[in-house]
């Protein structure tokens, strides 16, 4: 099939398959929490508020992360209006960049076939595509990391130029930092370092990369940011560098805590079914016979059991963190598809392709049924058309399961205690205005002024029988339950 392709087809047929399947229905489906509802809260927030430097979270700041996600987001909801839609553009869109850095990096180190078989790979892939359609920074940085290592390598392997692919090594380094922070630094010194090692290419490569400028291009993306909200929040350097990194990596009071093996038996779901071809298998990965060989699969090789090795020594672990390693597999695997010249082994790669094509197609469906326990929008569709100016809503207590419920009700919505993510902000001065105590809300039921609010069902039930009884369901679902307080 694709020997009668020319260059401009595989890559028109690649760019059709990707936008198809990354945009379908994109913003059909309402946000799902606590993820899809933190970052669309966050983004709201920043729009509404005009204050583009500090992320707020129901007006309490937000410092686990760094800021250009938010950006993204936000600037996406002032040119498309906020929706879901505007919102998963966002990754969805960088998940596409991905494809096409994937395809544009394998067609000058491999060729066209390598090249059009791994896009083909990844723009297929059940699970890049539905992180990729999912508000979460993932496939943001995962783009912005895996094309800092393209351009390495293409700094190394160039002969003319090298300089220009370098710095731009470090200038992608620097917004997968003010993406997603200091792993963007790891992933590609761990790589780079195990490659030049095991390559002996140490003294060469660090002698060729511009260390200096580098580091000036680095620095000109991180630092502004990074300095302006040190001086403005006094926590964040605490909360951002030992909380969400030190002790998210060696602390076992994380969730998501898994086995040292977890990503190395999930990897193997992921490439489903392709490492079930033994011989495209073997042709791929037929370098690591020829340990002095110069092989370019080398470097994603290397770079792939690099960031695998290091997230499967931190005690928590999320499927998502090893995204970055789907692109660079599905070159490796792509590889050994391009070596097979037989007519029969092509009808099996693009029969496998159409088959997992279909499946992400009806993905999105599945994803809508399975979502109604996991976001508010109901609840604010019911109670909007009863709030009058004057009304109190609160979220009780720990409101990660229900982010996005003022993202939906467009009304300003306070919070019953501090728990969860947010008790990292309770010293944040803007606190006290939108928090109040569990005894002071317990305090304001009965009174005049009319309140509404949502709380996970257990806590519901496990309110005082003298609270409750001046509490009325309005709405409720299996884990929800939206009251309104009886004068």
Known sequence: MNE?????HKFFLVFILAAFLLFFRLGDRSFRNPDEGRYAKIAQEMTLSGDWVTPRLYGVAY???????????????????????????????????????????????????????????????LFYLQVSRYLVIDAV??????????SFYLGVYESKNKAKFYLLFFFLSGLAFLTKGVIAVVIPAISIFIY??????????????????GAAVFAAVTFPWFFIISKREPGFLSIFFLHEHLSRFVSRGFEHQEAWYFYWVFLLAVFLPWFLFPP???????????????????FLFLSSLATILFFSLSRAKLMTY???????????????????????????????????????????????????????????????????????????????????????????????GMEGELELS??????????????AFEKMMGGKDKIYC??????????????????????????????????
């Open 63 to 125: 410092l686990k992360k760094p800021i250009l996600f938010y950006w993204l987001v936000a600037a996406s909801f002032k040119t498309f209006g906020t929706s879901e839609w505007a919102a998963r553009a966002v990754p969805a869109f960088f998940g596409f960049l991905g494809i096409l850095a994937a395809f544009f990096f394998a067609k000058i180190i491999f060729g066209s076939d390598t090249a059009f078989f791994s896009s083909l790979i990844l723009a297929s892939n």
């Open 196 to 213: 030049a090692a095991a390559t002996r290419k140490i003294k060469r490569v660090f002698s060729e990369m511009p260390l200096g400028p």
């Open 141 to 150: 940085f995962s783009f912005f990391v895996v094309s800092a290592l393209y």
């Open 454 to 487: 949502l709380m996970r069902k257990s806590d519901f039930l496990g309110l005082d029988p003298a609270v409750r009884q001046k509490l009325k369901i309005m709405k409720e679902d299996d884990r929800k339950t939206l009251v309104e307080s009886i004068p």
């Open 280 to 298: 495209a298998v073997k042709k791929g990965f037929y370098f690591l016979r020829d340990r002095a060989s110069d092989d370019p699969k080398w």
């Open 4 to 8: 009668k392709m020319t260059y401009s």
């Open 322 to 416: 090893i995204l970055p390693v789907v692109p660079l597999v599905s070159i490796l695997l792509a590889d050994g598809w391009a070596k097979l010249s037989s007519s029969s082994s092509r009808r099996i790669f693009f029969i496998a392709i159409g088959l997992l094509a279909v499946v992400a197609f009806v993905f999105p469906f599945l994803m809508e049924m399975w979502n109604s326990d996991y976001t508010t929008q109901p609840f604010a569709r019911a109670l909007s058309p009863r709030l009058k100016s004057g009304d109190t809503v609160f979220i009780y207590d720990n409101p990660g399961a229900m982010y996005d419920f003022g993202f939906y009700l467009g009304y300003p919505v306070k919070l019953v």
């Open 426 to 439: 309770k010293n944040d001065p803007k606190a006290g205005g939108i928090s109040v105590s569990h005894k």
